[in-house]
C-alpha cells in the first residue's frame, strides 16, 4: 500500500490517496471513498466542496466515488435539538429550523448539480445527503450514473438514538441495486449494516459493491464491515467524515453539548476511518484516522466470484425450506385519495 501525495491545486486542503493495485488480469474497477467533513449550515459551499474532491478523485483515475453520511446538509453530531420526554425547547426548534434550511429536495437544483458533476467527470456517483420531503428529513443516499442522470435513492430505514428525532423512516421502497457497467452498487448508512435482513434483501439483489456511508468512527466499525465482505462476498466501501470541532460553527451557535468545554478548534470529533475491503476479508486500503484524505483502491471484480465459490449467502449456502425473507418493497403513504385512484383508472380504461 502506497501513499500517494496529490498535485497542487489552486484551491481548498491538499488531500492524500491511499491505493492498492488490483490483478491487471482481471476486470477492475478504480474505486475511491471520500473522507472529509461537511462545511456545516452552508450547504452551496460544501458542493462546491464536493465538486473539488471529485475532480481530484476523477484525476486519480476513479470510476466510482463514495461519500460519507450526510456529508450535504450535515451529520449534527452533538445537538440535542432541545429534545426531552415531554419537552422541546424554543432554541432547539431554531436549531432544527437551521438544520432543515440546509437539506435538499430529491429532486431539486442540488440533485441536478450532483448529476452534473458526476457526467462532468464521468464516475459513478454515491452521495450522503439530508432530504428535505416537506417538513419531514431523511437521512439518504443519492446514486448517479458516469453519464450525469440520477439513477435514485436509498432512504435510512431506522435511524439510530435521538436521530430519530429528526429524521424520518425510510421504507422498503428505496432499498435498490443499481446494475452498472462497474458493478452491481448498492447502500446501507452507518447502523443500518448492523441489521441481517437489511444486507439479506441488498445480497438478495445481487449487490457486489456494498456502499456504507457511516458516521461511527470506532475502531469495531472495521470489524462489522469485514464481516459483511465475507458475508456477501462483495466489496464493501466504508466513507466517513473527519471533522475537527473548528468545522462546525462556533458557540454559541453550535454547542457541542456536554463536551464543548472541553474542545479546542483543532479537537477531533470524528477521526473517519473510511475503508475498502475485499470479498476475501482483506483490507485494501485504509482505515485512515489521519485527516481528509482520499482512499481508492483497485478492485479485482473477480473476487466477487471466487468469494462465492466459498460461500454464497443467498445461492448455495441458503436454507429456504427453513430460512426466508419476505421484503415489502412497494412504498407507504400517510394519506391516500379515492378521487386520484378513481380518475388514473378511468384513464387507464379509456386508453
Known amino acids: 500500500m502506497a501513499l500517494v501525495p496529490t498535485p497542487v491545486v489552486n484551491e481548498g ?24 467533513s461537511t462545511i456545516f449550515y452552508d450547504t452551496p459551499a460544501t458542493l462546491d466542496k464536493a465538486e473539488r474532491l471529485l475532480a481530484e478523485a476523477a484525476s486519480y483515475g476513479a470510476q466510482l466515488v463514495v461519500f460519507p453520511e450526510a456529508f450535504i446538509g450535515g451529520y449534527p453530531r452533538g445537538l440535542t435539538f432541545g429534545v426531552s420526554i415531554g419537552n422541546r425547547t424554543d432554541k432547539g426548534k431554531e436549531e432544527f429550523r437551521k438544520y432543515h434550511a440546509s437539506a435538499i429536495d430529491v429532486p431539486g437544483p442540488e440533485v441536478d448539480r450532483l448529476a452534473a458533476m458526476a457526467g462532468k467527470y464521468k464516475v459513478y456517483l454515491v452521495m450522503g445527503v439530508i432530504e428535505r420531503d416537506g417538513y419531514t428529513l431523511y437521512c439518504t443516499v443519492l446514486f448517479f450514473d458516469s453519464q450525469g442522470h440520477y439513477l435514485g435513492k436509498h432512504r435510512k430505514i431506522m435511524p439510530t438514538a435521538l436521530e430519530r428525532i429528526i429524521w424520518g423512516f425510510g421504507d422498503g421502497s428505496t432499498i435498490p441495486v443499481y446494475d452498472t457497467p462497474v458493478g452491481k452498487i448498492g447502500a446501507a448508512i452507518c447502523w443500518e449494516n448492523r441489521m441481517p435482513l437489511l444486507r439479506t434483501a441488498l445480497y438478495a439483489k445481487g449487490i457486489e459493491i456494498y456502499c456504507a456511508p457511516t458516521a461511527d468512527a470506532r475502531e469495531v466499525w472495521q470489524a462489522s464491515m469485514t464481516h459483511i465482505a465475507l458475508e456477501g462476498g462483495c466489496f464493501v466501501l466504508s466513507a466517513n467524515q473527519f471533522c ?33 475491503i475485499s470479498p476475501s476479508g482483506a483490507v485494501l486500503a485504509g482505515p485512515n484516522y489521519e485527516g481528509e484524505a482520499l482512499i481508492s483502491a483497485d478492485l479485482d471484480l473477480g473476487e466477487i466470484v471466487r468469494a462465492k465459490f466459498d460461500f454464497d449467502v443467498v445461492g448455495h449456502y441458503a436454507r429456504p425450506e427453513i430460512l426466508s425473507l419476505i421484503v415489502k418493497d412497494h412504498p407507504v403513504s400517510p394519506a391516500s385519495f379515492t378521487s386520484t385512484s378513481s380518475t388514473s383508472k378511468a384513464e387507464s380504461s379509456s386508453k
Open 13 to 36: 486542503p491538499l488531500f492524500a490517496e491511499v491505493e492498492m493495485a488490483g490483478d491487471s488480469s482481471s476486470s477492475t474497477v478504480r474505486a475511491t471513498v471520500i473522507q472529509a
Open 244 to 276: 475537527r470541532r473548528k468545522d462546525y460553527p462556533p458557540p454559541p451557535e453550535y454547542v457541542f453539548l456536554g463536551t464543548e468545554e472541553d474542545l479546542t478548534p483543532d479537537s477531533v470529533v470524528c477521526a473517519g476511518g473510511s475503508v475498502i
